[in-house]
């Protein structure tokens, strides 16, 4: 496995360790002009929870890959957060943002993959 899909992978395990709902990964490898190969799409319920899940991402991404993301934004009010990692952006939304910026439906021509959730 490469190391663009082990990275997604450990992002979801992060995610679903938290509870994250509603993930999805747009796989963008094949499409032109893209800054990333992967954009992983998760929401939590409140802002608590959204910097949780980003919490344990940087954790995890961390202890099992020894990688820090190159960035990360909206950290202070936790109802979106982006994180970089090069080959993979991480969206973090609560629900009413999800749904305001869908940015599944921007990237449309994108294969795109839904992760069930755990209950």
Same mark, same amino acid.
């Given at each position: ?11 979801? %395990?992060? &995610? $679903? @360790? +938290? ?43 961390? %202890?099992? &890959? $020894? @990688? +820090? ?51």
């Amino acid at each position: 496995m490469d190391e663009t899909k082990v990275l997604v992978n450990t992002i979801i %395990d992060a &995610l $679903q @360790e +938290k509870k994250g709902k509603k993930i999805v990964t747009l796989d963008l490898s094949g499409l032109e002009g893209m800054i990333c190969s992967y954009f992983v799409i998760a929401q939590g319920n409140t802002p608590t929870q959204v910097s949780a899940l980003s919490d344990e991402v940087w954790d995890l991404v961390y %202890d099992r &890959l $020894q @990688e +820090k993301p190159l960035g990360a934004v909206g950290m202070q009010q936790a109802q979106w957060i982006a994180m970089d990692y090069g080959s993979v952006i991480l969206h973090i939304f609560i629900p009413s943002l999800r749904e305001y910026y869908n940015l599944e439906s921007l990237w449309a021509d994108a294969d795109v993959t839904e992760i069930p959730d755990i209950v």
